[in-house]
Structure formats: C-alpha cells, structure tokens
Nanobody, 124 residues
Framework: QVQLGDSGGGSVQTGGSLTLSCAAS????????MAWFRQVPGKDPEWVAR????????YYTDSAKGRFTLSLDSANNTLSLQMNSLKPEDTAMYYC?????????????????RGQGTQVTVSS
C-alpha cells in the first residue's frame, strides 16, 4: 500500500505563488501516471498536471500551462507542483494521485493512490 502525503496549500492573493508537494511512501509502478487534480465543491476532480513515473514529459491543462510546473524528485519520491501567477479561479482542494492506468491519466478514477488533499485559496 502506497501512502501519499500532499502539503503546501495556503491562502495567497492574486498573482501569488505556492508549491504543493506530494511525498510517496514508496515507488509506484514505473510508467504509470502521476498527477495533481483539483476539486471545487459540487464538482468532480479535474486534472491539472500529469506525467509518467520515470518519465520527463509533463502535461498541463490550458489553464495551468505557462503558470504551473510539475516535477518529480525520484530520489525522495516527491511530486511537486509549482504554481505561479495564481488566480481566484485556481481556488480548490488539490490532490496528488499516483499509479494511474496509462491511457486514462486524465481520469480521477484511474488512479490507485490519492492524497488527502491540500486547500489552495486565492483572493482577489
């Protein structure tokens, strides 16, 4: 069983920055997906950024592209999301997810392991 501990959320003003971190208790299956999702009340989680474990290519939603940077520290089993130029619409609970089935990486349900969430609030 892999445990994910996500942290780093907080409250910032528009234009501010936050770095979210997700520490895994051990390696997940190489080649499967790792991602950050976010969820606002009343809606399903939506993916924000993702990559394949052991890979280097990252993928972002249009809203995250150019502002967010996803990175993986394999030595420490930590997936990070650097978020810059934050906007009020980025306000959400953010979750990291690991061991997602390839071919379904944008689907919340495809991930075997998920963090407990960290709240990001951006005020105008």
């Amino acid at each position: 069983q892999v445990q994910l501990g996500d942290s780093g959320g907080g409250s910032v003003q528009t234009g501010g920055s936050l770095t979210l971190s997700c520490a895994a208790s051990k390696y997940t299956t190489r080649g499967n997906c790792m991602a950050w999702f976010r969820q606002v009340p009343g809606k399903d989680p939506e993916w924000v950024a993702r990559m394949f474990s052991g890979g280097k290519t990252t993928y972002y939603t249009d809203s995250a592209k150019g502002r967010f940077t996803l990175s993986l520290d394999s030595a420490n089993n930590t997936l990070s999301l650097q978020m810059n130029s934050l906007k009020p619409e980025d306000t959400a609970m953010y979750y990291c997810a690991a061991n997602g089935r390839t071919g379904s990486c944008i689907s919340w349900l495809a991930y075997e392991y998920r963090g407990q969430g960290t709240q990001v609030t951006v005020s105008s």
